[in-house]
């Protein structure tokens, strides 16, 4: 870290200023480990009192912005998104090594305007306010905004997680709520973008100038006292475990929501008939998923359980074979090569067999070898936690159980995870069991799939991007999925009483939109 006169400026209450004299980062190129020639400023504490201030005074008007107001600002920061997709591309792909195409230009690009459109939408509805209305005793209630949230993005989604453009961003504003934005450090050039995007779509919606501010990153303490300030309603957290468990204890302690997603290793069963039925064909889908994106995703399946026998055997060497042959990906960053490699190391310190891989590749790019790590279901039993160190990237830990038994009994020991998978045959020779391991399985999760890898998180109102700790901080809330997503940062508020032209539009006789579904004394309806 340098410090020096001359770095970006960060977007407080409306405004580009810079930083002078504080502390600089600056990003790496993942594919050389060279550093990119953009410094970006450490704030300081006075900063952050500033973007407070201006957060605060931004959310009395927007708690009280009609939703279509609110609505139209997101469509249009969703269309300059798209307009400026070469340019973003370019500078996430240089930041991340990420793939232009079809990673960020075809899937990841297009998800995050989607989003976007999607909370515009839910906002304009209004349904996700849930209002309750009981005549009779003349009490009504909605969920109203919360307040101001701070959203700290990911190192492995430039796009649909970033703290400036995702969906905790997204969300967080559709329910009327200013968001003070944390960069990820590995992508600070393609955060500013963003924030240059959004101040031009603030400006052109008549937005208040406090309603999206962006911080590159604070010192760990400046941090903690950013999450404990009054002045800050709730926080968005995607990313370490031990970074967000440090933030989460502090929020914890003044009684601030906290959402955060902290760590996944996904469970994957593969029953026996599965394996006798379609055993190749469980190797490529498997492989495919696994090294997707260098493994580098929060859903990336890196526990695999089976039942032993010789089937077993022929997949274990089908995925080692692949894996071997597979050339591997450009991880995000030297703190994430890093991470991987000592993950590697502390499972076969606790005696996982490395069946490939399992070091750094030569040379400066960011890079470990294809892994593949092999124990008994004895051996996980014998220690869960340590069996369950996640190995963000391109690694798996396969668990060979005795029985199916065993393998129940495996999955009893798991944490909570984001997602869990149960392969099993498509002609139903495994049916006797499957309910056994669905009823433990679901469980521990919060995204139950069958015969489907769980990489993929479809933006459907539908999907949950949540589980069990410590999946996430709280299990009964999602990051993907609108207009759920919505209620994190929304506060239930009850009208007793009171008279009806006082009351928010959505809690009056008429309903507002004629779209808006609410519970009018018991039954829930568009009247």
């Not at 996430?92 to 899937?107: F, G, I, M």
């Not at 929304?490 to 009208?495: A, E, I, Q, V």
């Amino acid at each position: 870290m340098t410090t020096t006169n001359t770095t970006e400026p960060i977007l407080v209450d409306g405004q580009w200023v810079t930083e002078n004299g504080a502390k600089t980062f600056s990003s790496k190129d993942p594919s050389t480990s060279e550093p990119i020639d953009r410094l970006y400023p450490v704030s300081s504490w006075e900063t952050c009192d500033r973007v407070l201030e201006a957060a605060h005074r931004a959310f009395e008007i927007s708690r009280n912005l009609a939703p279509a107001k609110i609505a139209d600002f997101l469509e249009d920061y969703a269309s300059r998104i798209q307009a400026d997709s070469q340019e973003l591309v370019e500078i996430a792909n240089r930041e991340t090594a990420l793939p232009k195409s079809p990673r960020l230009a075809d899937v990841e690009l297009p998800r995050t305007v989607n989003q976007l459109r999607l909370a515009a939408e839910a906002a304009r509805n209004e349904s996700w306010r849930m209002p309750i209305i009981d005549r009779k005793a003349n009490i009504r209630s909605c969920y109203t905004a919360l307040g101001p949230v701070a959203v700290f993005g990911p190192n492995n989604f430039p796009f649909a997680f970033n703290g400036i453009s995702g969906g905790d961003f997204a969300a967080a504003i559709a329910a009327g709520n200013p968001v003070i934005a944390k960069a990820n450090s590995s992508h600070p050039a393609t955060t500013q973008r963003f924030g240059q995007l959004v101040a031009q779509a603030m400006q052109a919606t008549g937005m208040p100038s406090g309603l999206v501010q962006l911080l590159y990153r604070t010192s760990h303490e400046d941090g903690e006292r950013l999450v404990a300030d009054p002045r800050l309603a709730a926080v968005g957290y995607t990313g370490a475990r031990g970074a967000g468990l440090q933030l989460k204890a502090v929020a914890d302690r003044v009684g601030k929501p906290f959402y955060a997603e902290l760590s996944s290793v996904n469970p994957v069963v593969f029953l026996p008939g599965a394996l006798e039925e379609r055993c190749e064909k469980l190797v490529d889908e498997y492989v495919t998923s696994g090294l997707m994106g260098a493994g580098q995703f929060c859903t990336n399946p890196g526990l695999l359980l089976l039942v032993k026998g010789p089937k077993t055997d022929a997949f274990i060497q089908g995925v080692v074979s692949k894996y071997t042959a597979a050339p591997a990906g450009t991880l995000l960053s030297d703190s994430v090569e890093k991470s991987l490699v000592k993950s590697i190391g502390i499972l076969n310190q606790a005696g996982a067999k490395c069946l490939t891989g399992g070091s750094k590749l030569p040379g400066a790019r960011c890079a470990v070898s294809n892994t593949v790590l092999q124990i008994t279901g004895q051996q996980f039993l014998s220690d869960p936690h340590v069996f369950q160190t996640e190995a963000f990237g391109n690694a798996v830990l396969i668990t060979v159980c005795n029985s199916l038994d065993e393998i129940i009994h495996v999955i009893e020991s798991l944490e909570g995870n984001l997602t869990g998978c149960i392969y099993s045959d498509t002609q139903g020779a495994d049916d006797s069991v499957y309910a056994r391991l669905a009823d433990a399985l679901q469980q521990k999760v919060g995204r139950l799939l069958n015969d489907k890898m769980p990489t993929g998180v479809a933006v459907s109102a539908a999907m949950n991007h949540g589980g069990p700790y410590p999946a996430t901080s709280h299990p009964g809330f999602t990051a993907v999925g609108i207009p759920s997503s919505m209620l994190r940062f929304g506060k239930l508020t009850c009208y007793d009483a009171v008279r009806e032209n006082r009351l928010p539009s959505v809690l009056r006789d008429a309903n507002p939109t004629g779209k808006t579904y609410r519970c009018i004394d018991g039954v829930w309806s568009l009247d």
